[in-house]
């Protein structure tokens, strides 16, 4: 009995010493976890997009900067490249950061025998710390691509912006055809008219009436194709818009007045330097610095440092020794060993290969850009130079060709085919006309788009961010 007793006094104290050598043991991993884990400070101002109001007038009067805050504000594309931007800009909190600590604890359904007593369970706690300069890198690579996604943000910005005003300029177009396909229908009844007069008193054949009868049903037949193409431009504005297919679009701005000042040396010294593509290109090739120092850090070693803990129980012997049940502490120290060459070489050898394409595709965005510049200045000039020809010549010469001819029509002096012919060539004048406006206006957006900035003194808005976002 006891023998008995004496057993189960020395499990109960055991028991209780376990239990303040578990209770030791937590806090004092506790303390040393918080001791080791380093969280680095790298922070991100939160970033929210101005709330802007645009009241109703659009449907009455729509003016080119409205639409373009608008599409900034509530377009989708743009929405997902902020948020895909912010999203990038958070890893800042991640990549410099020291790996988490492992806690593993250990615990023995058959306690481990020691000359202190058994050992119950052990618990330790280690931290790895990677090698100096490495988490700088990390760092320094995470902020370069939060910078090339903020050039994507603005390259989108850009884009739909430039797609707004090609659709703005272009529905301008569209309307602008119709009233010009209306002013010459009505002409065209005031010369079928004439023709039927003239046929009555036999001063014109039956082909002149077929032939204006003919003109009269092809201009209905422009005019609705027209109306269908009005509405397919205006459902292309709205869903840039984010609106309503169906929702209205007042009256447009007229295009831009012909005043391309800057020659294509500087437009394309200002594309250089402004260019999202080529901007991203550079920061590919510093990636590519920081790539290769990242990767021959990665070829030394990693250290790690912990703390060990092991509960020991009392003996269970007739003569316990003095420090009998005392815990075990100990201070763990570690390195891994970068034995595999082959595999540190081909690291660097990888980010140098990556480093020399970045290079190329910055040399050829450069070159892509150059090309488009002056194929797009050879098209705006081209564009400025048939509005001045149909401006200042043609359409006024047709205009006064057409009213020669019904002179001399009314005279007997020439034929209504003639009269008819001049009436198409002044319709087709004017439509030319408008549409070399259009064309204008569309090219020099995009000179600007690439340019980064105005080129003309129209106060018309180029196809940049109406706010700047704050990284």
């Not at 080791?36 to 101005?50: G, I, Q, R, S």
């Not at 036999?202 to 082909?207: D, E, F, K, S, Y």
């Not at 085919?417 to 009436?423: A, C, G, L, S, W």
Request: hydrophobic share 40%; charged share 25%.
């Amino acid at each position: 009995m006891n023998h008995g007793f004496s057993t189960q006094t020395r499990g109960a104290r055991t028991l209780d010493a376990a239990a303040a050598g578990s209770l030791r043991g937590f806090w004092l991993c506790l303390v040393v976890g918080m001791a080791l884990v380093v969280v680095p400070t790298l922070l991100a101002e939160d970033f929210k997009p101005p709330v802007k109001d645009h009241p109703g007038r659009i449907e009455t009067y729509a003016r080119l900067s409205d639409l373009l805050n608008l599409a900034y504000d509530r377009n989708p594309s743009i929405r997902k490249a902020r948020e895909q931007w912010r999203a990038i800009v958070e890893t800042y909190r991640v990549a410099g950061s020291y790996p988490d600590p492992q806690l593993t604890a250990t615990w023995y359904p058959e306690p481990i025998e020691t000359r202190l007593g058994p050992q119950d369970w052990n618990v330790q706690i280690a931290q790895s710390i990677p090698f100096p300069g490495r988490l700088s890198k990390t760092g320094e690579l995470a902020a370069a691509d939060a910078r090339i996604a903020r050039l994507k943000l603005d390259k989108t910005v850009k884009a739909v912006l430039l797609a707004v005003k090609e659709s703005y300029y272009e529905l301008g177009y569209i309307r602008r055809a119709k009233a010009v396909t209306a002013q010459n229908a009505e002409l065209l009844q005031h010369i079928s008219k004439i023709a039927a007069t003239a046929h009555a008193d036999n001063r014109a054949t039956l082909m002149d009436v077929i032939k204006a009868q003919s003109q009269t049903g092809q201009l209905h037949y422009d005019a609705l194709l027209l109306a269908d193409l009005e509405q397919t431009e205006r459902t292309r504005l709205n869903g840039l818009l984010n609106r309503r297919p169906e929702a209205a679009v007042g009256a447009l701005e007229p295009p831009p007045p012909p005043s391309l000042r800057l020659d294509e040396v500087r437009i394309t010294r200002l594309a250089e330097a402004s260019q999202e593509d080529i901007l991203m290109a550079q920061l590919g090739v510093e990636k590519g610095d920081i790539q290769v120092a990242l990767a021959r850090l990665h070829n030394r070693p990693d250290f790690k440092i912990g703390l060990f803990y092991a509960a020991i129980g009392d003996p269970d012997v007739p003569t316990p020794p003095e420090d009998a049940g005392r815990d075990a502490i100990g201070i763990q120290a570690g390195i891994s060993i970068p034995l595999w060459f082959g595999r540190n070489n081909s690291r660097v050898a990888s980010a140098r290969a990556e480093k020399a394409a970045a290079r190329a595709e910055k040399a050829d965005r450069i070159n892509t850009l150059r090309s488009r510049v002056r194929n797009l200045y050879f098209k705006t000039r081209n564009a400025q130079r048939i509005i001045h020809l149909y401006q200042t010549d043609l359409v006024p010469q047709a205009a006064r060709a057409m009213e020669i001819a019904e002179l001399w029509y009314r005279e007997g002096q020439s034929s209504f085919t003639d009269f008819i012919e001049t009436q198409a060539v002044w319709h087709n004048f004017q439509l030319s006309l408008a549409r070399a406006r259009a064309d204008y206006a569309i090219n020099l957006a995009r000179l600007e788009q690439l340019a980064g900035t105005h080129l003309s003194g129209d106060g018309h808005p180029a196809a940049s961010p109406p706010g700047k976002e704050q990284p």
